[in-house]
């Protein structure tokens, strides 16, 4: 796992405790295993579903899914998921699959430290681009994501 440093965001004042955090591996994983279990709870205020949810475990191992959180404490604030996908007719790309901040912490700037981390991310790895999709029932999704130029 590697800390990430907060970026300068407008409307964003962090905390000195609040920890950027990039889970990569199946070790950082294990090691982070108590804030990773507190996504489900996150999630579903995105996805309102009661349909069983892979554990992050699950996801990284099958999928290759990483974590970005911010945390505060072990408290996890806001998290995005994504995936590496390696296609030989466009090359490397990410997928950005979730993006999600706890109710009381909207508005105050983590999404957009999340989608600028996840850049951050990308670029060093050799991807071309990151991509999005959104259910279309979401509507401040698609308005955050109009705002960071998605």
Known sequence: MKNMQLLDVEGFAPEPQ??????????DITT?????????KLYKQLHR?????????EASTRFGT???????????LAAATFIEVHMPSIGTFLFLDDVVVDTPFRQHGF???????VLEFAWPHGCSHVQVEIFP???EAHSF??????
């Open 111 to 117: 999404g957009t430290q999340l989608i600028l981390s």
């Open 137 to 139: 029932h979401l509507e």
């Open 49 to 57: 579903t009661t349909e069983e949810e892979l554990t992050p475990y």
């Open 66 to 76: 990483r974590f970005i959180l911010i945390t505060r404490g072990e408290q996890l």
């Open 18 to 27: 609040f920890r950027l955090r990039v889970i990569e591996s199946v070790d």
């Open 145 to 150: 994501f109009s705002v960071m130029q998605f």
């Open 32 to 40: 982070n295993l108590a804030l990773l279990d507190q996504l489900p």
